[in-house]
């Protein structure tokens, strides 16, 4: 897509990514859910963070699922969702999953997004907390996610 904006933009054309016009879909840091991660999750949040930039970083996936400073499962080809999913079958619950953009991803053509199939995948995996990147995270449908996210104890933050 990259080499296809090049190409137009030659002739005059701009591609600009949507997301400045979708601001109201993009979380800004903070806790989105009644729930607050522990201060165990948030251990397992700093640590997917970094494992998720560094599978970004070698441009293989953006969402890792973790738990006590534990990789269980990284995104590939498969999506967050099974990604998700992959996980619960590893753990007994408590999987903290992290979403983060690609260092090298382009805002214009492909933006980080999660909505009620991630938090239906969540609950399949008796996961506790989804952190996602503010400011950079599309979250659809996301009043009913969080409700949905709190009836099941599941903390949401955007970090």
Known sequence: MRDVAKQVEKIGLTFISPAGYLSDFIPQKG????????????????????????????????????????????????????TIKRAGRFSRGGVVAVKMIKPNQDPRFDIPAVGIRTINSLIEAKASVLAIEAGKTFFINREESVSKADENHISIVAI
Do not use: C, H, S, Y
């Open 31 to 82: 806790t989105l859910t009644e729930r607050e991660p522990t201060a165990k999750e948030w251990e397992d949040i700093e640590f997917g963070k970094k494992m998720a930039i560094e599978i970004g970083r070698l441009d293989i996936g953006q969402t890792v699922a973790v738990k006590n400073k534990a990789v269980l499962a990284v995104e590939t080809v498969e999506g967050t969702d099974d």
